[in-house]
């Protein structure tokens, strides 16, 4: 195998599990589209999940529920498209995965048509059984227990699981369930940082928290909300970019450059030998030449008319 080849290995699940034996922090992040993925994939990100949460923030639906298995597909052709090398995850959409058989249907497209290499399921000791088929059919699973989104209109709103004595241990047992089915990971989303910790303590796998705290194997961010580009983050995100205001204050520039006339200028503009210019509107030395002769009386001196079918 070559170097350059070698530069460019696709990581696995194995070199995930490789990062969390090793005490690595896993940094793990969505993204939606190929530009963007080209740029995680540069910046070493190790693994990249095509979140059902482009329902929202990439196509401007109210919740992750309105999502759709071609549309997360579609996505994810893009993701897989512009990163070489991170493990990428695909989300299962809302009611792909209600049964074994359609999970494995559904995840099985994520793998053959979409080049993912592994698919995230919500749901604790309920997709125990899931998990496992998707397993026993050789498609590797990340796991997904706390605030789960698609559960939003069971839930009632968004906010933090777990901090009661009976929601705390569900979510341990949720944990449990999902590892012993067999999952590489397990995302805790919205969950107390003590319980998260306690939780990620007692896995052999490693937990990827968002809104968790620091105690997990790894953090997962929603892109948009670590590059700004909403008008308006979590409590559990950090911006590290402006890109809201640094797009919105270039695209008001380009409108007053092109009201102005100053855009394009010299620098964007192409142009041609004028000599042909001439040629093509009739208005070349021959084209003289024809005139004084009398030979083409019916072209203007002008040149040929811009509207003329030449």
């Known amino acids: 195998m070559s170097a350059q080849s070698e530069a ?6 194995l070199d995930i599990a ?32 095509v979140g059902d949460s482009l329902a929202q923030v990439m196509l401007g639906y109210d919740t992750t529920v309105r999502v759709t298995m ?12 512009g990163a070489k090398r991170a493990l990428i995850v695909a989300d299962m959409p809302f009611l792909s995965y209600t049964t074994p058989e359609d999970a494995v249907a559904n995840a099985g497209r994520f793998l053959r048509e979409a080049g993912v290499q592994a698919v995230k399921i919500e749901g604790g000791v309920r997709s125990a059984r899931v998990i496992e088929a998707l397993l026993r059919a050789g498609i590797p699973v990340m796991g ?28 341990l047992a949720d944990a449990l369930a999902v590892q012993e089915a067999g999952a590489f990971s397990i995302v ?25 705290g620091a105690g997990c194997s790894g953090q997962i961010q929603v892109i948009t909300d670590t590059l700004g580009l909403g008008d308006w983050a979590p409590k559990h995100a ?13 695209i008001s520039r380009y409108k007053a450059d092109v009201e102005a006339g100053a855009f394009p200028a010299a620098a964007e503009t192409v142009l041609m030998d004028p000599a042909v210019l001439d040629e093509v509107l009739g208005r070349g030395h021959a084209d003289r030449a024809d005139r004084a002769f009398g030979t083409d009386a019916d072209i203007p001196v002008g040149g040929i008319p811009l509207d003329r079918d030449l």
């Open 18 to 49: 490789k990062l969390y034996a090793d005490g690595v922090r896993i940094a793990t992040i969505t993204a939606y589209d190929y530009p963007t993925a080209g740029l995680v994939d540069q910046a070493g990100i190790p693994l990249i999940l």
């Open 188 to 212: 805790l989303e919205l969950v107390p940082g003590q319980l998260a910790q306690a939780i990620t303590d007692r896995l052999r796998i490693p937990t990827i928290g968002i809104g968790a």
């Open 238 to 250: 950090r911006p590290y970019a402006d890109l809201h205001g640094t797009i919105l204050d270039a």
């Open 144 to 171: 997904h227990i706390g605030l789960t989104p698609q559960a939003i209109n069971t839930l009632g709103k968004v906010r933090v699981q777990g901090k009661n004595r009976e929601q705390a241990r569900a979510l």
């Open 8 to 13: 460019v290995r696709r990581l696995s699940v």
């Open 70 to 81: 071609e549309e997360m597909l579609h996505h994810a052709k893009a993701v897989v498209r």
